[in-house]
């Protein structure tokens, strides 16, 4: 049974910083391309993140290039994405996904097979 599973959210103030971990299990996460998404109230799931197998190829949204890092531990089966001078629009439920290694689009949530159960995130002003 595949399952990820998140940590690390929480309350922060604008500016601070949070380092979110997700751990697989059942699966091998060296076959599989590894996404953060967030979700907002009243928004759609986006992708912030992104990360191929080896960790050479990487995808950011946007708004956190800069301040937010993917990173892998294939040896550990985890995917951590650390984020820096995190503001109140990064509030949301993040989740950990996991899709194929020929995945065609990062951003595409259809694309990605497994989810975690989500942690929250809260950045207050």
């Known amino acids: 049974q595949v399952q990820l599973v998140e940590s690390g959210g929480g309350l922060v103030q604008a500016g601070g910083s949070l380092r979110l971990s997700c751990a697989a299990s059942?699966?091998?996460?060296?076959?599989?391309?590894m996404g953060w998404f967030r979700q907002a109230p009243g928004k759609e799931r986006e992708c912030v993140a992104a990360i191929m197998r080896s960790g050479g190829t990487t995808f950011y949204t946007d708004s956190v290039k800069g301040r937010f890092t993917i990173s892998r531990d294939n040896g550990k089966n985890t995917v951590s994405l650390q984020m820096n001078i995190l503001k109140p629009d990064d509030t949301a439920v993040y989740y950990c996904?996991?899709?194929?290694?020929?995945?065609?689009?990062?951003?595409?949530?259809?694309?990605?097979?497994?989810w975690g159960q989500g942690t929250q995130v809260t950045v207050s002003t």
């Open positions: 996904a996991a899709g194929p290694l020929s995945i065609r689009s990062f951003t595409s949530v259809s694309e990605y097979n497994y």
């Open positions: 059942g699966l091998t996460s060296t076959m599989y391309a």
